[in-house]
């Protein structure tokens, strides 16, 4: 696989703009993002996002006043959806923020000093990936309390390692190249070979990975907070919100299918995105 | 006077491995080589695949070390010391020798910044290399493979050096632009006190741009001297087979072609021809 | 007779919404037997006009947007698809330019051999038994000056050296025994010793066979050790063609006198 050079923007972006899962991905996700930043203005009840109860109108179902319908305290579910979208997006930002950055580096060392360097690097990264983050999870959540913060830092801790094997393959590959044997005889130093030589041959397929990773740790938040691990009530979220709402199927579904199809929604953008971006970033030489 | 660079009876070997990655042998890639380069030569050394040329150009650069021998510049050893103010080098392919990520600009930048010359000098580079300044803002891809190598010889020059090594720094190239970069490289030369190393595997080239040449096959010189002289008289039979073997273009270079008599209908290989010269001797 | 005719062919290409003409009016003519050449820099546009001969052009995202390609008198272009294979590899075969990315490295040669015979003769409504297949094989190897036929046929081409790789690639180009061949920069990728060897053999195979040759080259040697007529190219046209001898005496174009005057001499004269 060759990866184009970022340089050609205008061929890579009419290349994404001709692939409609693409940019169907593409749209979603800014649509999540901005609906996720806006919220507490675009949704019509922002305070129930919150502790609030009001039981003459649980369990309405969706009318116009409230698009996703009630749940069972009466609090509003679109609002509650679109807040949950916004813990969703927080949760996968703060861990991709930790896991990326730690990932690429890791990678990078192992992959260009090889040695021991590569041998301690890559052997822990092959434990941390025996472990199913789920499993992670429940049990930092069986140590400290649950909560949203030891759910990303349980995933976190473990997430970076799909990165280091990701670009620790990509640094082994680009390190026999004749450019970089170049920079070496010209002088440059480590520092310089591994993050302005190696490191932006890398960003296309970091971009790729961390878009669809982004729909995987919004899946496991959710699922973490499904199992009650997660963050916890009040506080509007997507996971818990199918978690309570499943009690009601199949008679008020929308409590909890509404929740699920949100998530399914963000998800599946990001997955868009990422397959659209690797196929912008594949290049076939045309010659 | 002191050569520029003295190669003293250089030796590597490498291990030959199966497919499966055991060793099965070693090769001798450099088999005693010994030669010398005057200040501002062209000092060809030419040779097929296997021939040891791209593995003294690497230890001369120090990318690799010998295993025996002595490399020096200016009669001062730099082994294990590579002199890279002194000795750059110029790759054949200036697709793959130039970060494809990386703007003509930043890859020039890198010896400066290396070696704490001032930024600046990347557009007096780019103008020594007869490209117009702008160039420094694009990418690679966006430039010819003529332009390509300019760069790339740019690049080389930025720390002043006294030796250039070109491993067959034209052989990617069309004909008519290796015209060019080659007439840039001889004038380059002249003006900055060059001295090159050049290694290729076209002879005419070979004629037209060294002075003195060194015919290498299986690690060894068979034959070294002033390009003239090897090429019209030549002494080695591996030199004639090389000779033989050139497409040229008008009669007067096939006449001067060495005759070399068939074996099955065709040329022999070279390794047919040392082993008969070998069995000649031994019967003589 | 003339074996093969392009008639003011002309092909674009349509990348990214743009689309670039490559090839402008493309005339040449083969007659049976003949040794002639293509020769061109980089984007003359001689690798176009093959792909365009041989059927291999990627249609989208090229077009052929005229002309006509004539192999003993029928239209390649408005033949029935099942016609066209069946000149494929067949009356007309190509000998491929680089050994390593042509053979299937998991396959042997003679497995590789064979199974391109298998087909060709499918084409072609032969039946074949397998042994006269491997018969075949071996007599083809044998022709391409292989020493050990048998030893090469059950080798992997990694077992190879280059040379005899592109000995391979010529003997897949034979076994079927076409009547034009066309030869895309063959040993290019060889050493000057081995590419030498290749050429003769090439030139020795289309003599004795009275096989046509078209030889598709950038490398003027190589045009005038090979052809005795020559087409030159240039940004997609033929700017200049003639028997190779007079040609490169005295050629009449600017852009063939630049590119003659270019190529180093192994005398050493100026240009």
Redo the contacts between chains.
Sequence with gaps: MTTAPLSTSWQSWYRFSRNPAAVIGAAIVILCVLAAIFAPLITPFPEHAGSFVDFRNRHQPPSLTHLFGTDNVGRDNFTRVIFGLRVSLALAFVVLIIAVPLGTIMGLLAGYFGGWTEIVIMRLTDIALAIPPLVMALAVASVAEPSLFNAMIAIAALWWTWHTRLIFSITRQIRSQEYIEAAETLGASKAHILFREILPNCVSAIAVKTSLDAGFVILIGASLSFLGLGIQPPTADLGTMVADGAEYLPDFWWESMLPAAAILFVALGFNLLGDGLRDMFDVEDVK | MTAALEIVSLIKTFAVKS?FGRQTGTVRAVDDVSFKVAPGEVYGLAG??GSGKSTIARMV???TAPDAGDIRIDGRSILGQ?D??QV??V?Q?PG???????TVG?SIR??L???GKPLGRVAELLDMVQLPRGFADR?P??LS?GQKQRV?IA?AL??EPRLLVLDEPTSAL???V??KV?ALLEELGATLGLTYLFIS?????M???AQRVGILYRGRVVETGP??QV?ETPQHDYTR??????????A??EA??PKIPLI????P??EDLMALRDKERNQA | MTLLSVEDLSVSFSTYGRTTEVLHGVSLSIPEGAQMALVGESGSGKSVTMKAIMGLLPIPPARITGGRILFEGRDLLTMPERDRLALRGTAMSMVFQDPMSSLNPVWTVGDQLRTILKYADRRLGRARDRRARQARVLEVLAQVRMREPERVAASFPIMLSGGMRQRVLIAMALLSEPRLLIADEPGTALDVTTQAQILKLLKDLVTDRKLALLMITHNLGVVRETSAYTYVMHHGRIVEQGETAALFARPQQQYTRDLIAAVPRLTGAPR
């Design positions: 497919a097929e695949s650069m120090g990318l590579a890279r103010a750059q080098m790759w392919n793959a020798s130039l970060n494809p990520r990386r930043q890198v010896p910044v290396a070696h990418y891809h966006e493979g790339a690049r930025a720390v069309d004909v008519s290796q015209a080659i595997h076209d002879l005419s080239l004629r037209n741009f390009t003239a090429f087979l090389l000779l033989a073997s050139v497409p040229v273009i008008s007067e270079e001067m072609r099955n209908g065709e040329l290989t070279a």
